[in-house]
Each structure stands twice: as structure tokens, then as C-alpha cells.
Nanobody, 125 residues
């Protein structure tokens, strides 16, 4: 079974940038959409970004729109989340996920069947 491993997290100052990587242990078909979720202490796991879906579409949570960019390098079986203009509220454990979501489940945990273990992102001065 394919496994996902996140990397690239750590401590960053407010306003800074950070890129997270999500490496798959084996080839992931382009039929599988990759997404990012995050979970802060005491909060539920929340959608961050997904794409490309159905060839080209990407979707972002309102809280990160314009600051985060999701991408994927199929030749490396790796997805990425580029985060710019980081805020303290972005502090969370970030999880990558893969699956075959339909439109109604793109932003839901239930839409994805494969999950990484998470990487901590802390935004603080």
C-alpha cells in the first residue's frame, strides 16, 4: 500500500515562507488527487488545499487563499505546499492526503483514503 510522508515543517517567523513536501512511497496515479489538511491543538482537522483535481482545478481554504500554493511533481511522486506570508494562526500539524474525491468531498477528511503522519509547522517570533 502506498504511504505518504510529509517533510519540511519547523519553526518560521510570522511573514515568512515554508515549503512542505509529501513523498509517496510508490507511484501514485494521476487519478489520485493530493490534498493538504491541518490540525491545531484542540481543533478538528481542517481542509487547506487540494489539486490538481479533474486535470487542473485547485481549491483553497479561505484562510490561506492567496498565500498558499499546492503543486505536484508526478515524476517524483511528490506533492508540495508552498506557504507564504505565514501567520501565527497557521500553526498546526500539516497532513498530506491522497484519494479520489468527488466535488462534494474535496474539502473533507472522508474524501481521502491515504494519509501521511503529519509535520509540525510553528509560526512564531
Amino acid at each position: 500500500q502506498v504511504q505518504l510522508v510529509e517533510s519540511g515543517g519547523g519553526l518560521v517567523q510570522p511573514g515568512g515562507s515554508m515549503t512542505l513536501s509529501c513523498a509517496a512511497s510508490a507511484r501514485l496515479s494521476s487519478d489520485y488527487t493530493m490534498a493538504w489538511f491541518r490540525q491545531a491543538p484542540g481543533e478538528e482537522r481542517a481542509f487547506v488545499a487540494v489539486g490538481p483535481w479533474r486535470g487542473s482545478r485547485t481549491y483553497y481554504a479561505d484562510a490561506v487563499k492567496g498565500r498558499f500554493t499546492i503543486s505536484r511533481d508526478n515524476s517524483k511522486n511528490t506533492g508540495y505546499l508552498q506557504m507564504n506570508g505565514l501567520k501565527p494562526d497557521d500553526t498546526a500539524v500539516y497532513f498530506c492526503a491522497a484519494g479520489r474525491p468527488i466535488l462534494s468531498s474535496l474539502r473533507t477528511v472522508e474524501g481521502y483514503s491515504i494519509w501521511g503522519q503529519g509535520t509540525q509547522v510553528t509560526v512564531s517570533s
